[in-house]
């Protein structure tokens, strides 16, 4: 029996792991799935919460914010060069009354390595991710990437205000 | 009690089954966000010139009917997901045909109707492709509407309701099911409306989605069971069992949303002579902030 459930974890791990690796995150966009946002009426407010934070680009989808609820993703529109809150989208989504389940976002930066740990650092050596997965292995230290990062549920549920999010390097997409 | 375990378990049972919704969807979903507001006009059209004894139609020769136009303005504020306010503020205009002393004698009036303010306490589980919850409804009728005239718009009573519901959503399908009893108390002029009890569901097939628009539409088809006890009011008060049946329309667009029911009575079974409830027609349009 624990065998079974240990195969059906593994399983059901993969699919999410499959899932996660097939949103694909076009230039100045963050996708993110939410779940149970499979009405877009009801969702309306995280839709009205989301356009309102700073980074978002109203003038893209509907005031910088496109639902698709057959996937329960939410895809917004970021203004040229902004990086996302995690930690404000976060609470937007949960203050509208759902839970997030992954954070899709690109990202450029410097690849840093601080002993076994990898992170991606901003122009200003501000640390953005630590980045993690068989492909964050890959990265070179000091070089410039553009990466397609994910922030599983749980790494979601730990962010808290100065928190460097946990990320998954799901596609490199450039390095230099 | 047997006919109600058995019309419960239907009701979970369906609304387990298929993906639910009852009610009007601005005082129901939306705003589902904390410090959402949100408010509704609706009209309900209802009309008929069928006479029934129990459940059957009989001669009507002094031609008694019924009309009921009621616009509701209805507004809900939600402190977070769990926690909403409701109030539901009624405007009546109703006539009807009924006899006195042998003959047809015909009856109007309009006005305020007993205002309803309830606090759905509601507990919502998001899963990854489809959302529910389940609601607890304490409501109460206050007395507003003029108890005066020959056929008076309220009874003048304050009155108790509560109501349990349950409702899923996934993006291709909708369902919900609300069970409500309603405890209408003695007002002014002996007047004594009879309990109620309801039983509302909603099965829905969305057709229609716009992300970039944010807009959408579904089809739906609406059931509604009500018994009510018999009473005393001086307009009438449609006791007895009936069962209504029809199909709803929904469209949203942003922060609008519009709802149109037609409904008809599939069974009726008056507990006195009396006109049917008749078919009826429900139009609501609402918006959110």
């Not at chain 1, 399983?11 to 097939?22: D, G, K, P």
């Not at chain 1, 740990?117 to 890959?138: C, H, P, S, W």
Request: aromatic letters at 10%; hydrophobic letters at 35%; glycine letters at 10%.
């Amino acid at each position: 029996m624990k065998h079974i459930f240990s195969i059906f974890t593994i399983l059901l791990l993969s699919c999410t792991q499959v899932w996660a690796s097939a949103v694909q995150v076009a230039p100045n966009q963050a996708k993110l799935e939410i779940n149970g946002a499979v009405c877009a009426y009801c969702s309306f407010g995280m839709q009205k919460g989301l356009s309102k934070m700073g980074c978002i680009d109203q003038s893209q989808g509907h005031k910088g914010v496109e639902s698709d609820i057959e996937n329960q993703i939410i895809t917004i529109h970021l203004k040229e060069g902004e990086d996302v809150n995690l930690q404000e989208m976060s609470k937007t989504i949960r203050k509208s009354g759902y839970e997030p389940r992954v954070f899709h976002m690109r990202v450029k930066g410097q690849s840093v390595d601080e002993g076994d740990r990898k992170f991606i650092v901003n122009d200003d050596q501000e640390k953005l991710y630590e980045l993690t997965g068989d492909k964050a292995q890959q990265l070179v230290q000091n070089q410039t990437y553009e990466l397609q990062l994910f922030v599983n549920e749980q790494s979601i549920k730990a962010l808290k205000k100065n928190t460097i999010p946990l990320a998954e390097v799901n596609t490199i997409i450039e390095g230099e | 009690m047997k006919w109600f375990k058995i019309l419960l378990s239907i009701g979970v049972c369906l609304a387990l089954i298929t993906p639910a919704r009852a009610d009007q969807p601005v005082m129901n979903e939306a705003p589902r966000w904390a410090g959402g507001k949100g408010f509704q006009i609706r009209h309900e059209y209802r009309a008929s010139d069928t006479l029934l004894s129990g459940d059957d139609e009989i001669a009507n020769p002094l031609g008694k009917e019924r009309r009921v136009d009621t616009t509701w303005l209805e507004g809900v504020y939600t402190w977070d997901r769990s926690k909403r306010i409701t109030i539901k503020i009624p405007y009546v205009d109703k006539m009807r045909v009924t006899e006195i002393g042998g003959k047809a004698v015909r009856q109007h009036d309009r006005g305020l109707g007993d205002i309803i303010i309830g606090t759905p306490l509601r507990k919502y589980i998001n899963h990854r492709n489809w959302t529910n919850n389940f609601s607890f409804t304490p409501s109460l009728r206050i007395p507003s509407g003029k108890t005066s005239g020959d056929y008076p718009i309220g009874d003048g009573s304050t009155d108790v309701g509560v109501s349990l519901s349950y409702g899923a959503e996934s993006p291709y399908y909708l369902a919900g099911v609300d069970f409500f009893y309603w405890i209408n108390n003695e007002g002014t002029r002996d007047q004594h409306e009879g309990n109620l009890f309801g039983l509302d569901m909603t099965l829905g097939k969305a057709i229609y989605h716009n992300g970039k628009k944010s807009a959408g539409a579904s089809i739906q088809l609406d059931y509604g069971l009500r018994y009510k006890e018999g009473g005393s009011k001086i307009s009438g008060n449609n006791a007895g069992t009936r069962v209504m049946l029809g199909p709803g329309f929904v469209y949203f667009q942003g922060s609008m949303i519009a709802k149109i029911v037609y409904t008809i009575p599939i069974y009726e079974n008056a507990l006195d002579e009396s006109v049917s409830f008749g078919h009826q027609l429900d139009v609501g349009m609402g918006w959110s902030f």
